[in-house]
């Protein structure tokens, strides 16, 4: 088998056809199998990953969405020059939970300036905006701000996956947005689609959740008729020592409850924390109710569990 032919150093990782002839590299070359043609014009240098099967839940997440992002800077070879990438594309990048039906979207939402053309490619989606927002970089990309891409969700989601979607922004490590800054954009989005919905989201979003789950749960509960619960209330004991901060705690009924995903019953160090923590929680007074994905799936048991404690 001959050797194939190195690329030139100049080429980046993602480059265009038209890049590539100018530095001289032959059309046969752009062919080889060590380069990907995700989008027309545009070639991709092909990186190993491992097999699917042997990753963990989170891992395959990870992946999904480091397959993403180098979906998106592969176009950038031959996107327009003045472009903002917005709506599910926007949101993906963000990390934004979405629900199944729009998690697997790989169409990237383009938008430019109302004086130009949206571009039209095959796997591109063009916008065009009356004004483009001021240039905010994400993983290296132009998005358009969280606060304007959780707005534009707000005709597509239901309530809750907005409320979930806003909850995300606003989360309690490295928030992308904050919640007087979600309140000012739906203030500057009456009368446009989905302000009704965003005006009635945003007043019950909730600054520092840690996961969608908690989210969720969240809502679960309050959707029961239940008081809503507090989102990241610290306990302590009686001689002020540190105990927990749970996910949501009823706190004068001192019920305290914790979303647990699989590493909780995978992982040896974990199950035993868990324990510990359950007996702290005692010691200090508190009923600790871990909750897991069977109770979301059927929320009837969640307020049965929960209901009778306050």
Same mark, same amino acid.
């Given at each position: ?8 150093? !100049?080429? $980046? ?19 080889? +199998? ?7 014009? +545009?070639?991709?240098?092909?990186? !190993? ?66 004086? =130009? ?15 483009? $927002?001021?240039?905010? &970089? ?8 969280? !606060? ?23 989360? %309690?490590?490295? $928030?992308? +947005? +904050? ?17 009704? %919905? ?18 969720? &749960? #969240? ?16 306990? *302590? ?16 009924? %001192?019920?305290?409850?914790? *979303?647990?995903?699989?590493?909780? #019953?995978?992982?040896? #160090? ?6 510990? =923590? ?26 049965? =569990? ?5």
């Amino acid at each position: 088998m001959s050797r194939r032919e190195p690329l030139p150093e !100049e080429l $980046p990782g993602d480059f265009s056809v038209r890049q590539a002839r100018a530095s001289g590299v032959p059309r046969s070359r752009l062919r080889a +199998s060590d380069l990907d043609a995700v989008f027309r014009g +545009s070639r991709s240098v092909r990186t !190993e990953q491992r097999e699917s099967a042997a990753l963990t839940g989170t891992q395959h997440f990870e992946r999904l969405h480091a397959q993403f992002v180098a979906r998106c800077r592969a176009y950038l070879p031959v996107a327009p020059p003045d472009f903002r990438f917005g709506f599910i594309t926007a949101a993906r990048l963000y990390r934004v939970p979405l629900p199944p039906r729009l998690q697997g979207r790989l169409l990237l939402d383009v938008f430019v300036a109302d004086s =130009r053309f949206p571009p039209r490619m095959k796997g591109v989606t063009g916008h065009r905006t009356r004004a483009l $927002p001021p240039l905010d &970089m994400h993983d290296g990309l132009p998005v358009f701000p969280p !606060e304007l891409v959780w707005l534009s969700l707000a005709p597509t989601l239901t309530l809750d996956e907005l409320i979930i979607a806003g909850d995300h922004l606003v989360r %309690r490590k490295a $928030p992308l +947005s +904050s919640l007087d800054e979600l309140r000012l954009a739906v203030g500057e989005h009456v009368g446009k689609p989905g302000a009704l %919905r965003a005006r009635d989201a945003v007043e019950q979003v909730r600054p520092g959740t840690d996961s969608p789950t908690e989210s969720e &749960m #969240r809502l679960v509960i309050v959707r029961a008729g239940l008081p809503e619960p507090v989102v990241g209330y610290t306990v *302590y004991d009686a001689n002020g020592h540190w105990v927990g901060t749970p996910d949501l705690a009823f706190v004068k009924a %001192r019920v305290a409850l914790d *979303y647990e995903g699989e590493v909780h #019953r995978t992982d040896d #160090r974990t199950f035993q924390g868990d324990i510990e =923590r359950r007996e702290m929680f005692a010691d200090a007074g508190w009923r600790h109710i871990r909750v897991t994905k069977d109770h979301l799936r059927a929320p009837d048991r969640l307020i049965a =569990r929960v209901a009778p404690l306050l």
